[in-house]
């Protein structure tokens, strides 16, 4: 699976879900924002429960532990950042990175991943069977590690006290084992972002006393299997970006469960009555992009403590049920691409994160005025949904959170000047096929944004020198004229216009 693929659409989790779910593995802190992965979340609590405890260690660890963790360490090719720098012969393998021992000085806990902010952070080479030496392995995290190779490694099997194991973002590949079911004690399985292929096998229905599943990010085809419905003390179930197809299995069986993710597959059918018995915990339902088809039913509405709800993607049609009203905890909404029409409910939230409602059949006329009041949103993405204003009267409470704002593929008129220079955090700045008429030399971009998409408008002017900082840029078919600024894009993103020269374009008449 490639590098865009495993951080296509990341799950945010708001702090106010903090103390009523728990996540599945480690990935960032977002800046700017109040807001935490479900990744990270379960890492802290891994972490406090067995690393940051007490250690009673009082004396070398057990050689079969050190000899265990050496010839992993001598299976690894590559080490760029030096992860395992500290595992050296003859010293306490109980005082290495990433080790803790709890009893008997034998190794309970094994955690060696990458950082995502350090390029080379990453381990390359296999995972040494010889860990099975360390027979009191309480948990195994070896995450983001990237090029970490191999099949699924057996010898988790041989490791009795094993309760908690993440493996996810490595590159490891081939078939879940037909006797996954063996592995009846484990807590928690994460093996997302890896290459794992074949179907998930039946015997999974032996590992009862899951909390968390992860097999997200990877290869898997077939149906979801019957016997995952006896999991039923599972929080999380992620098996998105896979293969996987049928229909919704019922997961009524699942009381305890917070996040359901099958987002990315090819799962058809409609939504099926039985997921409102989820109603009660679920936080976050992640659909989008799959096969489903038919309307969106109204006990969603019922949800209440609904955090995220993505059905993005997908061939629903109908209304969007007015029971939508009663999602007052909504903080992340994506309805994207689907083939909704009016009316949208009027909602009844204290403030919305993310929202995008783009290319369905909606004539809003106008941005919403729950929208525009509300006090914390970061994403708003309104493309083609029949909006007519003048953008100058578009006045939100707050935009200095702005990350990204997509009003594409409307009617919408005036200016932009205004609400860009009051934004400092947008990334990305999306308003093509519209009516805009500004001087776009008044324009000053925000120094954090990326991604600018003003084509097909009736914009004017000389462009500022300030789109050279840009990643993406697309101004065509304006009025644009005068020398263009240095920049690295191709042609595409400047013809159309009245008079632009210079490099990509024909030079300048002199």
Request: aromatic share 10%; net charge positive.
């Amino acid at each position: 699976m490639n590098s865009t693929s495993l951080t296509t659409k990341p799950t945010k989790l708001t702090l106010h879900a903090l103390k009523t779910i728990i996540p599945s593995s480690f990935q960032h802190i977002q800046k700017h924002k109040m807001t935490l992965s479900s990744h990270l979340l379960h890492l802290l609590l891994f972490l406090s429960t067995y690393f940051f405890s007490p250690c009673f260690s009082a004396g070398k660890c057990h050689p079969d532990d050190e000899s265990g963790l050496l010839a992993f360490k001598s299976g690894i090719t590559e080490d760029f950042s030096g992860i395992l720098s500290s595992w050296k012969p003859g010293t306490d393998c109980c005082t290495w990175s990433g080790i803790n021992c709890r009893v008997d000085n034998r190794v309970t806990e094994l955690s060696v991943s990458g950082q995502s902010d350090n390029p080379k952070s990453f381990l390359s080479g296999s995972i040494s069977p010889s860990l099975s030496k360390l027979q009191l392995l309480v948990g195994i995290y070896m995450g983001n590690l990237l090029n970490l190779t191999g099949t699924f490694p057996q010898f988790i099997f041989h490791l009795p006290k094993l309760s908690y194991v993440y493996l996810e973002n490595n590159k490891l590949s081939g078939p879940l084992p037909p006797n996954i079911g063996q592995l009846s004690q484990l807590g928690a399985l994460n093996l997302a972002g890896n290459r794992f292929s074949g179907k998930i096998p039946l015997s999974i229905s032996n590992l009862t006393q899951l909390g968390q599943l992860n097999l997200g990010q990877n290869y898997l085809t077939g149906e979801i299997p019957a016997g995952i419905l006896n999991l039923n003390q599972l929080t999380l179930l992620r098996l998105d970006q896979n293969r996987l197809s049928g229909k919704i299995r019922n997961f009524s069986s699942f009381s305890q469960l917070s996040v359901l993710d099958l987002s990315y597959n090819q799962i058809s059918g409609e939504i099926p009555a039985t997921i409102s018995s989820l109603a009660s915990h679920l936080r976050y339902l992640e659909l989008g992009h799959n096969l489903l088809t038919g309307s969106i039913p109204d006990f969603l509405g019922n949800f209440r403590s609904l955090d995220t709800l993505d059905l993005s993607g997908n061939y629903f049609s109908g209304v969007v049920p007015k029971s939508f009203s009663n999602l007052t905890k909504i903080f992340n909404l994506d309805l994207s691409r689907n083939n909704l029409v009016d009316p949208f409910p009027e909602m009844n939230v204290k403030g919305i994160e993310s929202l995008d409602l783009s290319y369905n059949k909606f004539h809003l006329s106008n941005i919403p005025k729950w929208v525009t009041t509300s006090p914390i949103i970061y994403s708003l993405k309104l493309a083609g949904c029949g909006i007519k204003m003048k953008l100058d009267d578009w006045k939100p409470s707050q935009t200095y959170f702005y990350d990204y704002i997509d009003l594409s593929d409307n009617q919408i008129f005036g200016s932009p000047v205004v609400l860009l220079n009051r934004t400092e955090l947008l990334k990305g700045f999306w308003f093509s096929g519209n009516q805009l008429k500004f001087n776009v030399t008044d324009l000053i971009l925000p120094k954090s944004l990326n991604d600018l998409d003003l084509s097909r408008n009736m914009i004017f002017g000389k462009l500022p020198s300030s789109i050279s900082g840009l990643q993406k840029l697309n101004v065509s078919y304006n009025h644009l004229c005068g020398q263009i600024p240095p920049n690295k894009f191709p042609a595409t993103v400047f013809v159309g216009n009245d008079c632009l020269c210079g490099s990509p374009l024909p030079p300048c008449r002199k």
